[in-house]
């Protein structure tokens, strides 16, 4: 286990709705990384938070954002869901930006209808 | 043009052989990481091995190694030894520069069969 934990582990919404997504990174850990999986696809980064502060966004809508706490967990927020949101969400803590591996949660699969 | 090109989606390999997945990067950065996770079934992403662009050697960890070829910008991942407990999707990735983003391939889905 990677000590990084996601909650909840899968989630159900309709389209139009929000939807909160938490991670505690691994203790130690003050950069938080998002990550959306489509299926059949490979993780594409989203946003990563660096202590409490964004540092980096990938080619995703204001709609995705994002909170790090002084404890570096963090939040992923998604306003206005679309179909194309289903997916599996990762979250990634590492010891700092220039660190080597990232560690994994075991993500959050949201599904819209 | 993809910064992380993985052209098998699918390979077979017998318990107990060994079996080479293949991966394909472009940059312009010269200090850049390669990395290989493996996801099962479950979802949770799992460190397997990382190169460092400066690297001379390549990297090992257990069954598991990466054959670097720097001139023609491949990471390949080499299992020995199968086992089936390998059965699983591997992405290959890339950090470049300083920060801590990661570029996934699209992955390989690997069946070690008994």
Known sequence: ?113 | AQKITQTQPGMFVQEKEAVTLDCTYDTSDPSYGLFWYKQPSSGEMIFLIYQGSYDQQNATEGRYSLNFQKARKSANLVISASQLGDSAMYFCAMREGGGSRLTFGEGTQLTVNP
């Open chain 1, 1 to 113: 286990e990677t000590g990084v934990t996601q909650s909840p582990t899968h989630l159900i919404k309709t389209r139009g709705q929000q939807v909160t997504l938490r991670c505690s990174s691994q203790s130690g850990h003050n950069t938080v990384s998002w990550y959306q999986q489509a299926l059949g696809q490979g993780p594409q980064f989203i946003f990563q938070y660096y202590r409490e502060e964004e540092n980096g966004r990938g080619n995703f809508p204001p709609r995705f954002s994002g909170l790090q706490f002084p404890n570096y967990s963090s939040e992923l927020n998604v306003n206005a869901l679309e179909l194309d949101d289903s997916a599996l969400y990762l979250c990634a803590s590492s010891p700092g930006t220039i660190r080597t591996e990232a560690f994994f949660g075991q993500g959050t699969r949201l599904t819209v209808v």
